[in-house]
């Protein structure tokens, strides 16, 4: 089963780019275009979401939920996603691990 992981400082990048708050909802998922290193073709999408229709996979960070979809499971399919904050970049990254 894929987890989901997160360090501080994206915590962080999440309350200050996606003004989250202890009861939102970030959604990650796969979107067509873009580059990945798992799936050619494709790429990692997030957005501020409701609440989940059928959580595949969720964590709690102060408050927030970060979850997957069942629909999107497939692109995170024996990999868990650790979600980074790079400062030299100025923005988060992720990794499949």
Do not use: C
Not at 38 to 46: L, N, Q, R, V, Y
């Amino acid at each position: 089963m894929t987890n989901i992981t997160l360090t501080q400082p994206a915590v962080k990048w999440f309350q200050k780019e996606m003004n989250t708050k202890p009861g939102d909802y970030i959604r990650f998922y796969a979107r067509y275009g873009g580059i990945s290193p798992i799936h050619p073709g494709f790429s990692i999408g997030i957005t501020k979401s409701e609440q989940p229709y059928e959580v595949a996979v969720q964590t709690q960070e102060n408050g927030v939920t970060f979850f997957i979809e069942e629909t999107d499971k497939w692109y995170f399919d024996g990999y868990d996603l650790h979600v980074k904050f790079s400062r030299k970049d100025d923005q988060i990254k992720y990794e499949y691990r």
